[in-house]
């Protein structure tokens, strides 16, 4: 039973214009939500997170929006660049009840691709 | 800058080997996590650790074993490497339970 979902496997963008990537999750104890960027042959590296008590979190091109009650996030990238084209994994996780509900569920990510 | 290392970025087995996947941070993090990566699969948390010599079945322990004699060092054991443990492995560690994972950069191990 997969409690983050994102069920979009892969996503092409052109350059320039808005890459939008969707996560659905299950779990209404997830506090906490990141994103991680993976290059291949390479490790994920973090991108941004959000916490439940806010809707909204932005850092330069990137924006995660979090919908509570539809139990539903996303993340903005504009403008797109091809360096972006990597594999995104959305992330939750129940921090505040502590123990290994604090660990990271990780969905199965969703592959970028942004044409020049 | 804060660093989570895997020993090696490519590995090939013969069926059979005992292989040992090592992983070292230095960021002083309590837990310390084994993924691996397959196609289509996403990331599979095999095993994690939240202390010295303790160690907990993430979702798919089976034909895995690990070791964690020291704060900083984390291994991941194969006991007898099939050719369905081909994937990349990736090593993660956190500060308790209030962020995110670093991750180490991979490795890329072939079981022939």
């Known amino acids: 039973d997969q409690q983050v979902k994102q069920n979009s496997p892969s996503l092409s963008v052109q350059e320039g214009r808005i890459s939008i990537l969707n996560c659905d999750y299950t779990n209404s104890m997830f506090d906490y939500f990141l994103w991680y960027k993976k290059y291949p042959a390479e490790g994920p590296t973090f991108l941004i997170s959000i916490s439940s008590i806010k809707d909204k979190n932005e850092d330069g091109r990137f924006t995660v929006f979090l919908n509570k009650s539809a139990k539903h996030l996303s993340l903005h990238i504009v403008p797109s660049q091809p360096g972006d084209s990597a594999v995104y994994f959305c992330?939750?996780?129940?921090?505040?009840?502590?123990?290994?509900?604090?660990?990271?569920?990780f969905g199965k990510g969703t592959k970028l691709s942004v044409k020049p | 800058d804060v660093k989570v290392t895997q020993s090696s970025r490519y590995l090939v087995k013969r069926t059979g080997e005992k292989v040992f996947l090592e992983c070292v941070q230095d960021?002083?993090?309590?837990?310390m996590f084994w993924y691996r990566q397959d196609p289509g699969l996403g990331l599979r948390l095999i095993y994690f650790?939240?202390?010295?010599?303790?160690?907990e079945k993430g979702d798919i322990p089976e034909g895995y074993s690990v070791s964690r004699e020291k704060k900083e060092r984390f291994s991941l054991i194969l006991e007898s490497a099939s050719t369905n443990q081909t994937s990349m492995y990736l090593c993660?560690?956190?500060?308790?339970?209030?962020?995110?994972?670093?991750f180490g950069s991979g490795t890329r191990l072939t079981v022939v």
């Open positions: 960021m002083d993090h309590e837990n």
């Open positions: 650790s939240y202390d010295v010599k303790m160690k």
């Open positions: 992330a939750a996780s129940a921090r505040n009840y502590g123990g290994s509900q604090g660990n990271l569920i």
């Open positions: 993660a560690s956190s500060l308790g339970f209030r962020g995110g994972y670093t």
